[in-house]
């Protein structure tokens, strides 16, 4: 930026004691801030009060600045702070609409610098394309446009990875030209474009002069663009592995022949010099699948698709704080309680799944899916598939995907939101109780569940359950059978009794935790919908009886377990849960923390298929 060695000797000048210096560096940077504040928001009035706070701001911890030669950026920040913050106050459904008006608000002199550069017709479709796009997008525009910054530089700035932010340029960028190209300019448009809105934009006509972009600025990088590209049906790129490193992140293809690389390092990726190909699969939708724990523990979801105009949207985003459902039609966003789940009430699969698990599923359902064979552990993994092919697709190792534009998904930006969700769910965590009889046996207990990943991280899981003279404790670091005297009989892994329940900070539906639970144990099981598509039912087949879950599709909850002869069809127990948006502390309640050294050793059978059969649980 060219004023920027002004901005260092003023700087450099207030640190001398120069009170004066500090009245003209606020003089100074005015006008530019403007320019760059005006170029997100879209809102003159909006405009006016982040720069007036942001210079008075700046005069306040101007001393807390190290380096003087970095005061633009960081006052950029401090603005971009200060919008940002608006956004989080105000109602995020209102998107400001720019009017002509609000266009018209320079100097006449200003006005006729640009009455004979474009047309008023490219102008308003500029205005109104600049519109569309959201205000994060507007921001790393600008900075890569018109302040001259690098992709590091914004990175700083917005408290990102630079990846991520050359994904939200791609975006920015992507959905500006296919706005243009409805109104029916080629592909050239883009840089005029760029050049217009910085002009119209830009605080007075010297610095609407000095308005350029050149076809540099508007390129991303190889990685990013392959991102960005993943959701048209067909994208295939090349990347040297020096431009894998260098960006901070990893994409592979699968081996040859197929199939994740089961002995892909721990540590990171070593390709040889060369290229590695990355292509997607000719379907109608990919899966997103990303383990921030490793290949064991919870996963986020999103689902992208492609409509009849081959145009891709995101349907389906599971993050660590929601669940999200875009409708095309009415242009919506809904915020649900429930995770998604498939349609057919076959089970959700993950590319992560064993081979064993897949073949009895296989077996179940009367499919073929593939396992995915990836055997890594290392959290901060995303896996992304086509439709339903577990075993192709790609792997980007991110140290942190949850805060990256991949599942901060921005849909249109006038889309509206309308959020579903009961007290409960908005809350995100909830206690239950859980009543009844098992196996001739009163069973009673309690629990504690985090409805989302965000929540478990401050608040996890626990359950407590008293059947007959035992109970079977679990805080998700270990799990036990203690008597009534409070003696440990014997101990398991983390999360054994939590198995069968309803475990939604997974990242799948109660319908696919529990069957697959029952899968892992080899426990055979047919779903189906009761009430209307409303509620399913999971009937486990365990030889002599019969276990039926009654799950609410809706709430993402189990209502109730009962168990059923399979000689006369009689009802031999039943078990009722109820759930509350009460605040939980998990040493209430005779919750009774374990002090168990190790993890115990896993069970063999699925604790519930036990005590529903004998009355008691097998100790193996």
Same mark, same amino acid.
């Given at each position: ?140 525009? /600008? ?37 243009? /190209? ?58 040297? +592995? ?180 009961? +007290? ?39 359950? /407590? ?12 670091? +270990? ?13 398991? +892994? ?85 759930? /509350? ?40």
């Amino acid at each position: 930026m060219e004023n920027e060695n002004l901005y260092t000797e003023l700087v450099l000048r207030i640190r001398r004691g120069d009170e004066g210096a500090r009245q003209r560096l606020a003089a100074c940077v005015r006008g530019p801030l403007q320019a760059y504040v005006y170029r997100i928001t879209m809102r003159d009035d909006l405009t006016q009060d982040i720069v007036q706070e942001s210079i008075l701001e700046m005069l306040k911890i101007l001393g807390k600045l190290n380096e003087a030669d970095r005061f633009w950026p960081w006052l950029c920040k401090i603005a971009l702070n200060k919008v940002r913050n608006h956004h989080r106050i105000q109602d995020r459904r209102k998107r400001a609409v720019m009017s002509k008006a609000d266009m018209q608000r320079s100097s006449e002199s200003y006005r006729n610098a640009l009455e004979d550069l474009v047309t008023e017709e490219f102008k308003q479709i500029v205005r109104s394309t600049m519109d569309m796009l959201q205000p994060k997008h507007r921001a790393v525009l /600008s900075m890569r446009c018109y302040e001259d910054m690098s992709y590091a530089q914004i990175a700083e700035i917005m408290d990102s990875s630079e990846l991520n932010v050359r994904l939200m340029f791609y975006r920015g960028k992507k959905q500006l030209q296919r706005h243009l /190209s409805r109104q029916g300019f080629g592909r050239g448009a883009l840089l005029s474009a760029l050049v217009v809105f910085g002009k119209m934009t830009a605080p007075d006509t010297a610095a609407a002069a000095g308005i350029a972009v050149l076809p540099s600025t508007v390129k991303v990088g190889a990685i990013a663009a392959a991102i960005g590209a993943l959701g048209t049906k067909t994208a295939v790129i090349s990347l040297s +592995a020096a431009a894998v490193i260098t960006t901070g992140a990893i994409v592979a293809s699968s081996p040859s022949g197929g199939g994740f690389d089961a002995q892909l390092p721990a540590a990171g990726f070593e390709a040889q010099a060369g290229a590695v190909r990355i292509e997607t699969e000719d379907e109608s939708y990919e899966q997103w699948h990303f383990f921030p724990e490793g290949t064991d523990g919870p996963v986020m979801m999103r689902v992208i698709r492609i409509d009849d105009a081959q145009q891709a949207y995101c349907q389906w985003l599971q993050n660590d704080s929601a669940n999200y459902h875009y409708e095309t039609g009415s242009g919506s966003v809904r915020i649900a309680n429930h995770r998604s789940y498939n349609e057919d009430l076959s089970v959700r699969r993950l590319p992560t799944d064993s081979a064993d698990l897949t073949a009895f599923l296989n077996q179940i359902e009367g499919r073929n899916v593939r396992a995915g064979r990836l055997s890594n552990e290392v959290g901060g993994l995303l896996i992304i598939t086509a439709g339903e092919r577990m075993d192709r697709g790609r792997l980007v190792r991110n140290y942190d995907v949850l805060q990256e534009e991949h599942f901060r998904y921005g849909w249109p930006g006038r889309a509206s939101k309308i959020d579903q969700r009961d +007290a409960m769910h908005v809350q995100g965590y909830c206690r239950f109780t859980v009543a009844g009889e098992l196996g001739g046996q009163a069973v009673e207990g309690s629990g504690f569940v985090p409805l989302y990943y965000g929540v478990s991280k401050s608040r996890p899981a626990w359950v /407590s359950i008293r059947a007959g003279e035992v109970s079977m404790i679990d805080d998700g670091e +270990a799990a036990a059978i203690v008597d009534a005297k409070g003696d440990v009989l014997a101990t398991y +892994a983390g999360g054994t009794f939590m198995r069968g329940l309803a475990r939604p900070w997974m990242g799948l539906h109660t319908v696919d935790t529990v069957r697959r639970d029952s899968a892992e144990y080899k426990t055979p099981f047919e779903t189906r919908f009761v009430d209307g598509r409303t509620k399913a039912e999971v009937v486990l087949k365990a030889g002599d009886i019969e276990i039926v879950y009654r799950i609410d599709m809706q709430n993402d909850l189990v209502e109730s377990v009962a168990v059923h002869s399979v000689t006369d069809g009689r009802r031999t127990g039943q078990l009722k849960f109820a759930y /509350s948006e009460q605040e939980a502390d998990s040493s209430k309640d005779g919750f009774v923390r374990l002090r168990v050294v190790g993890s115990g050793k896993h069970r063999e059978s699925l604790w519930l298929v036990d005590l529903a059969r004998d009355g008691k649980l097998r100790q193996q």
